[in-house]
């Protein structure tokens, strides 16, 4: 079965600062999407950023970056320019062909002013 | 565009009685999905629609749990009877099935269940 580990529980990062989440991931396929959702005290979960497995190039989505390592099934998040409402919950994501997402233990992000 | 819309916000029972959560997904959305986030956790897949068809129940407890999605379009999903450990917040997600947008999944602000 497929598994996302966040090995960070919790992060903080001053306002206008640089932060990055850690996610790994291990599975036996070659062809799958990963994730980064973010979940505020609303509770919704809201998408961040998305990564093709078969697509080399790192995503990119304004502030948001992810530096995705194939070989190493490794995945994390840059935030840039860390503002205060992006304190929430971090979830990294995984997803086969199936569209089951299998979701880390998430990681807490909070943003000092 | 409306986003998915689920209800109750927040529900709390005693032990035993049923519950009942409601999901209106984005309109033109085929799958939905039904998740349970237990407190400090990521979400763990229940069940997945793929228009009435439900395609995916393998973690769906059967003994209590029930769903269903009649006209492809809503969903409702059933606890009966309730367990404490049925306390967790409940969520649902809708996708719209078409490749390269199909695997977006898009959710809503969930219920949280309480169990007392």
């Known amino acids: 079965a497929q598994t996302v580990t966040q090995s960070q529980p919790e992060m903080s990062v001053q306002e206008a600062e640089t932060v990055t989440l850690s996610c790994t991931y291990d599975t036996s396929e070659s062809d799958y999407y990963l994730f980064w959702y973010k979940q505020p005290p609303s509770r919704q979960m809201i998408l961040v950023i998305r990564?093709?497995?078969?697509?080399?190039q790192n995503a990119t989505e304004n502030r948001f970056s992810v530096n995705f390592q194939k070989a190493a099934k490794s995945f994390s998040l840059k935030i840039s320019d860390s503002q205060l409402g992006d304190a929430a919950m971090y979830f990294c994501a995984y997803e086969e062909g199936a569209q089951k997402l299998v979701f880390g233990q998430g990681t807490r992000l909070t943003i000092n002013p | 565009e409306a986003g998915v819309v689920q209800s109750p916000r927040y529900k709390i029972i005693e032990k035993k009685q049923p519950v009942a959560f409601w999901c209106n997904p984005i309109?033109?959305?085929?799958?939905l999905y039904w998740y349970r986030q237990n407190l400090g956790q990521g979400p763990e897949l229940l069940i997945r629609y793929e228009n009435e068809e439900a395609v995916d129940d393998s973690q769906l407890p059967k003994d209590r749990f029930s769903a269903e999605r009649l006209k492809g379009v809503d969903s409702t999903l059933k606890i009966q009877p309730a367990e404490l450990g049925d306390s967790a917040v409940y969520l649902c997600a809708s996708s719209h099935g078409t490749v390269p947008a199909k695997n977006i999944q898009y959710f809503g602000a969930g219920t949280r269940l309480s169990v007392l």
């Open positions: 309109s033109g959305h085929n799958t």
């Open positions: 990564q093709e497995a078969y697509k080399q």
